[in-house]
């Protein structure tokens, strides 16, 4: 309401031609006006353009209380938090009221009190709508009295009322919430008992506290977000809980690579002297995506679990941060990112991913690195020819020059705190390889032509077309023979233990 800051009393209100509406109709009423204004409702929601944004705006025309269900990372509390930009900017309240009771239409025992002491001359005072928010993290210790309420001794004693005067009740979260967005996360970690608790306030908008005949008619806009990995693992919403919400919408991870790199770049804190001394290739940014599309049908990773969009953003400040660090190391005054920079990523995949029973054979770490293999390998074939074509026809084959020079036995060692002189030496002294990204790639600026011959590198690898092989300060590459029929060395010591062990030594 405009100049709500001059309206301090029930009679300005009145005369200002307040009128009361709850929150699903203010909700409605705003996204309509939006929708025929065109104006983006969700901002900064990437990929649900044709899907749960639709879905959510149509419950909340049809007043509808919501269940956002999917797995991890799907921008579930996000959306809930957006919902805020649909209410109306400020709502009056009567002044003192812990229910945040409307002037016009009060439903606390203090509202009614105080309009029929004081009538006309109530004082008002205006909620913002940032103040209208409510979020709950459901967890096992959550009790009726944090939601709903309980007597409160202190307050009978001190206001010297019997425990059978309402004035005596302390109220929860969710009363208190009257007139606001109320969102639990995690609904079914909820306790069975206490989701019985949200019946008749979801029904019928009404709650019971102890043995008090209370009836408060709430108006709250609920908003529960859950897992479908919950329903199984750590509990689940009861069946006439689930009944009771009227809207269950189910959200998704990005559909292509393209949105989910632009989700990242949106999350991705970069700070300002980050981004003066580390740039960084486009090819970067897909890498760090085609990461989690692997991981999300990797056979390692828990699909039920899901593979939130929260890996990709700490993946690349993780990557920038690798450069950066390199650098620093290196008292270089600017850099760019590398594929081997990209080992300041695997801390960020092992955190991220529930592995099953063969993934935890593996290790996080070996998943992990095999994740970012897999990442090279997919990207690799949209700026190289597919090196399997050339199976049997090697003479053909791009690759031919530096596979032989390989071959030959030569080896390339490239360290991960390489200062960028001594990089760009040891690529260019590989034969063939300034040539092969000069055929397909010509008349790319320098710091690309660089990127691409040390992910030329890595993508022959992952074609086993040469090996590499982690060094304790960075990565080998060498000829993949040589690798395979290369037996490891024991000293004496250990022979002569082993001889022990397996009952003397054998002539």
């Known amino acids: 309401m405009?100049?709500?800051?001059?309206?301090?009393?029930?009679?300005?209100?009145?005369?200002?031609?307040?009128k009361f509406k709850t929150i699903k109709d203010e909700l409605r009423a705003n996204l309509i006006a939006k929708l025929k204004n065109k104006e983006s409702v969700f901002e900064g929601i990437w990929g649900y353009e044709e899907t749960v944004i639709p879905d959510l705006e149509r419950a909340i025309l049809a007043g509808h209380d919501v269940n956002l269900l999917g797995l991890r990372g799907q921008a579930k509390t996000r959306l809930a938090r957006l919902m805020v930009n649909l209410l109306d900017e400020y709502v009056p309240v009567i002044e003192g009221s812990e229910?945040?009771?409307?002037?016009?239409?009060?439903?606390?025992?203090?509202g009614k009190d105080k309009i029929a002491e004081l009538g006309e001359q109530t004082p008002i005072t205006w909620l913002h709508r940032d103040e209208r928010y409510t979020e709950k993290l459901a967890t096992p210790d959550v009790s009726i009295a944090d939601l709903i309420g309980d007597v409160d001794p202190i307050k009978a004693a001190s206001l010297k009322l019997p425990y059978s005067d309402e004035r005596v009740?302390?109220?929860?979260?969710?009363?208190?919430s009257h007139r606001c967005i109320f969102v639990i996360n995690e609904l079914p970690d909820l306790q069975a008992r206490i989701q019985v608790a949200l019946f008749n306030i979801l029904q019928e908008g009404d709650i019971q506290i102890r043995g008090f005949k209370?009836?408060?008619?709430?108006?709250?806009?609920?908003?529960?977000?859950?897992?479908?990995?919950?329903?199984?693992?750590?509990?689940?919403?009861v069946t006439p809980l689930k009944d009771r919400i009227d809207s269950q919408i189910i959200t998704h991870y990005p559909k292509t690579l393209e949105i989910g790199k632009k989700i990242t770049q949106q999350e991705a804190n970069i700070r300002e002297e980050q981004s003066r001394i580390v740039s960084g290739v486009e090819i970067t940014k897909d890498l760090v995506e085609q990461i989690a599309i692997e991981a999300r049908k990797s056979e390692f990773v828990d699909a039920k679990s899901g593979v939130s969009a929260r890996l990709t953003i700490s993946a690349y400040e993780s990557l920038v941060a690798a450069a950066e660090r390199r650098a620093i190391i290196n008292q270089e005054k600017n850099t760019n990112i590398r594929i081997s920079d990209f080992v300041g990523v695997v801390p960020s995949i092992t955190g991220k991913v529930e592995l099953v029973y063969e993934g935890q054979q593996e290790g996080p770490g070996i998943v992990a690195q095999n994740l970012v293999g897999k990442a090279i390998r997919s990207q690799f074939l949209n700026y190289f020819p597919d090196p399997d074509k050339f199976r049997k026809q090697k003479e053909k084959s791009p690759y031919k020059k530096i596979t032989n020079w390989f071959g030959d036995g030569n080896t390339i060692d490239l360290l991960h705190d390489m200062g960028n002189a001594e990089y760009e030496k040891s690529l260019k002294a590989i034969p063939g390889l300034a040539d092969l990204i000069n055929e397909f790639h010509k008349g790319q600026e320098a710091p690309l032509k660089l990127f691409l011959m040390?992910?030329?590198?890595?993508?022959?690898?992952?074609?086993?077309?040469?090996?590499?092989?982690?060094?304790?300060?960075?990565l080998q590459f060498k000829d993949l023979l040589s690798s395979m029929f290369t037996m490891p060395k024991f000293d004496k010591e250990d022979t002569d233990e082993d001889d022990e062990m397996l009952g003397g030594k054998q002539n």
Not at 100 to 109: A, E, F, G, K
Not at 169 to 176: A, E, T, V
Not at 225 to 230: I, L, M, V
């Open 2 to 18: 405009k100049d709500h800051k001059n309206i301090k009393t029930l009679a300005q209100l009145k005369s200002a031609g307040y």
């Open 99 to 110: 229910l945040n009771d409307d002037p016009l239409h009060p439903i606390s025992r203090f």
């Open 169 to 176: 009740i302390h109220f929860g979260l969710i009363p208190r």
């Open 214 to 237: 209370l009836r408060l008619p709430l108006a709250i806009q609920f908003v529960f977000t859950a897992n479908p990995e919950d329903y199984t693992n750590r509990g689940s919403i």
């Open 454 to 474: 040390e992910f030329a590198l890595h993508g022959l690898a992952e074609f086993s077309l040469i090996s590499k092989h982690n060094l304790s300060s960075g």
